[in-house]
């Protein structure tokens, strides 16, 4: 397994910040304790440059072999067998005999650092040693290669109290909304700060421990499609494990949690790159929100499973036992609005509620009804849909077919996001990482776009619903149309019922599943803009509506509450300075000025609730 601990510039910067920037203090320690100090926080070098030549150089490299480090040799052209260059374990011409261009080549040194790969440099004496534009770059470098950090609130997850930083202004302001996020969500600030892997995939390995020192691993779930680092679609298994590397996983998970003397259900979340190569994330001591398909490809009940630990049983399964049997997907519904930064928040009240659970396969768990209200208070989650199937192709079939029958209506919802991510070409292939959405939808989710074909479909549809409507009263069991659409015969057979907003069609000979939005009590509605030929001729002069000056007014872009108010009346703000902070459903979000401006007015203050497209401020 591939370790995931802090690198040690990451660990050097950290402690930094906690006692620069976060905790500022004076302290006073007795020189023969310093070492002792020193020690405790140490984290060991494997690699040191020597950015300099002869009698020095030599003397280094022979400490470093004394203490296990490895050793890298800088050289000019005519020093290339010179014993210092002998004597390291990798050396580097970084040019020519003048010492202006090699010795005292920032340049090149700086090079040589990032191609080998050192975590020190030693200067020596004489060349660069007492040069403090070279320290100045070094410290400037090791800040880089720490970065980007992920920031995380420890007592909790669901991508709540996270944030990722990419230098020291970002990591400052992480931590600030990161612990605001994590005390409002968890009644705990305390963060982890860990190394930001990129592009990785999201996989997580489900734990079962007893009070007896048993322990086993339930496989692995994939995670990767996320959006805000919250999970948004999960499947078991995954297309991306092979047996070996399941294997390796589950049993370091297993390791963990004897190790910790864990017992109850938990989950062990690791980061896997490319090439498989896994590293460990956190382990989520509780239930997970994905745990239903483990529950689906296992047969195992983990609710019942901790329960029965917590009553004292021993674990009656042995790892052997624990199968990988068929394929399960779950879609997170949320009520959000997924044209909107991948979701949102949309409150309001369900006036329409029905789910799929009708259909083969496929479980729907909730805790809301028709008539229950969506507030800015809570996670904005409706439900977890869920699939099963003994292929992957099957458990996404089923979950299209589901996602299609499932009927919410009052409050705007990620349906439409979750279909198009689930039969996208990439999704179906098994070609995903926690970048996923931005990568697919770089300038954001706009919504599923219809063929002519699909057009033309849809106009039928709508026409033998309406001829569906004049034939009621003949009691029609299966009304059955043919028509042309745009020059294409289009044919319609299905069935309708008044009592459902659901509509089964068949066209073409392919089964469609519709949705009725609205059916207004006279059967048809026309809205038309009646104007006189004068009228008509004088419109073609009226000014047009002036859109609204974005640059100058800020609002707020969903409903929630003020949580901090960064300015007021006659200040001067800067072209990306926060201006005032929204939460809702325990997120918050920093509001931020397009551009340099005096601030008019302010038209909000902390506390207050504010709603979706509300004015909070004004500048000039």
């Not at 930094?16 to 060991?44: D, I």
């Not at 490319?274 to 009940?301: A, W």
């Not at 073609?540 to 100058?552: A, L």
Request: with cysteine.
């Amino acid at each position: 397994m591939a370790s995931h601990g802090l690198s040690p510039s990451l660990n050097r910067l950290l402690l930094a910040l906690k006692y620069a920037t976060f905790q500022p203090r004076c302290c006073a320690v007795h020189k023969a304790h310093y070492s002792t100090v020193y020690n405790g926080n140490e984290k060991t070098f494997d690699k040191i440059l020597i950015a300099n030549r002869g009698e020095i150089a030599c003397r280094v490299i022979k400490t470093c072999k004394k203490m296990g480090i490895q050793t890298v040799a800088v050289h000019s052209d005519v020093d290339s067998s010179a014993v210092h260059v002998k004597m390291a374990d990798e050396a580097v011409c970084v040019g020519p005999a003048p010492t202006s261009k090699s010795y005292l080549n920032m340049d090149a040194i700086m090079d040589a650092i990032r191609s080998t790969g050192a975590q020190a440099v030693h200067p020596g004496y004489g060349f660069l040693s007492e040069n403090k534009e070279f320290a100045k770059r070094l410290v400037s470098n090791a800040h880089n290669l720490c970065y980007p950090v992920m920031i995380k609130a420890s007592a909790g997850g669901g991508g709540k109290g996270m944030r990722i930083a990419w230098n020291n202004e970002e990591t400052r302001e992480g931590f600030r909304f990161s612990s605001q996020e994590a005390a409002s969500s968890f009644g705990d600030d305390r963060l982890l700060i860990e190394k930001y892997i990129d592009n990785p995939r999201h996989i997580e390995i489900q734990v079962l421990a007893d009070k007896h020192g048993n322990a086993l691993w339930l496989n692995e779930r994939e995670c990767s499609i996320q959006r805000r680092n919250q999970k948004v679609v999960e499947e078991a298994p995954s297309t991306f494990l092979d047996p070996s590397t399941r294997r390796a996983m589950g049993e370091q998970a297993v390791q963990l949690a004897k190790a910790v003397q864990y017992s109850s259900a938990g989950t062990v979340e690791f980061l896997v790159d490319s090439k498989k190569n896994f590293y460990f994330l956190e382990m989520n001591t509780r239930l997970q929100v994905e745990h239903p398909i483990t529950e689906c490809i296992t047969g195992l009940d983990l609710v019942e499973q901790m329960i029965r630990v917590a009553k004292g049983y021993k674990l009656h399964h042995k790892q052997e036992d624990i199968p990988i049997n068929g394929w399960a997907i779950e879609s997170r519904v949320y009520a959000e609005d997924p044209y909107k930064s991948f979701g949102l928040p949309s409150i309001g009240r369900l006036s329409q509620y029905q789910e799929p659970v009708n259909l083969c396969n496929v479980r729907v768990d909730s805790g809301i009804q028709e008539g229950s209200d969506i507030s800015i208070y809570y996670d904005p989650m409706i439900s977890k849909l869920v699939t099963y199937g003994a292929t992957r192709a099957e458990a996404l079939s089923k979950m299209e077919d589901a996602l299609d029958n499932y009927v919410i209506r009052g409050v705007t919802h990620n349906i439409p996001l979750l279909r198009e991510i689930i039969t996208h070409p990439r999704f179906i292939s098994g070609d995903i990482s926690t970048n996923f959405l931005p990568e697919v939808y770089p300038d954001g989710f706009k919504g599923h776009q219809l063929e002519a074909s699909t057009r033309r479909e849809l106009l039928a549809s709508a026409a033998a619903l309406h001829v569906a409507s004049q034939l009621r009263s003949q009691r029609i069991l299966v009304l059955y149309i043919r028509m042309f659409s745009y020059g294409e015969r289009v044919e319609v057979c299905g069935q309708w019922s008044l009592a459902s907003p659901l509509l089964p069609l068949t066209i073409n000979n392919t089964h469609r599943m519709l949705q009725l939005l609205s059916y207004p009590a006279f059967l048809l509605q026309f809205k038309v803009r009646v104007l006189s030929k004068l009228a008509a001729e004088l419109n073609s002069y009226m000014p047009e509506k002036v859109p609204e000056d974005t640059t100058s007014i800020l609002r707020s872009p969903m409903p929630g509450t003020v949580v901090a108010v960064s300015v007021k009346a006659g200040d001067t703000v800067a072209e990306g300075q926060e201006i005032c902070v929204i939460e809702a459903m325990k997120m918050q979000n920093s509001l931020t000025a397009v551009r340099q401006a005096k601030v008019k007015s302010v038209h909000c203050k902390a506390g207050e609730t504010v709603g979706e497209g509300d004015l909070l401020v004004e500048l000039e």
